[in-house]
């Protein structure tokens, strides 16, 4: 199982950003995709989950309303729409997912199996 984070870089304020995750080796039809991201000497925060098994989209309080999550098929990947942006979303993006299938999808939870390389956001003027 492989997972590849791309699509970071520095936007201003109330800027936009697409992250992909690229998967490899699993089905994203039956596996669940998890983001994460972590913000200089901070924890780990699980901010949004997609799963195709169970038809479920989920985002954290914190980025509700500002990120989206969507599917290529075509490309068995998972991208992540950043809008909105603000100083306090500068982080390293994580997409992860487990080594078991339909995992159910919790847009908070830190805990998978196999993570992408990360792709790091600054949200800076």
């Known amino acids: 199982v492989q997972l590849q984070a791309s699509g970071g870089g520095l936007v201003q304020p109330g800027g936009s950003l697409r992250l992909s995750c690229a998967v490899s080796g699993i089905s994203l039809d039956h596996y669940t995709i998890g983001w994460v991201r972590q913000a200089p000497g901070k924890g780990r925060e699980g901010i949004a989950c997609?799963?195709?098994?169970?038809?479920?989209?989920a985002y954290a309080d914190s980025v509700k309303g500002r990120f989206t999550i969507s599917r290529d098929n075509a490309k068995d990947t998972v991208y992540l729409q950043l809008n909105s942006l603000k100083p306090e979303d500068s982080a390293v993006y994580y997409c992860?997912?487990?080594?078991?299938?339909?995992?159910?999808?919790?847009?908070?939870?830190?805990?998978?199996?196999?993570w992408g390389q990360g792709t790091l956001v600054t949200v800076s003027s």
């Open positions: 992860a997912t487990d080594r078991l299938p339909q995992r159910l999808c919790v847009p908070n939870m830190i805990v998978y199996d196999y």
């Open positions: 997609y799963s195709e098994s169970d038809g479920r989209i």
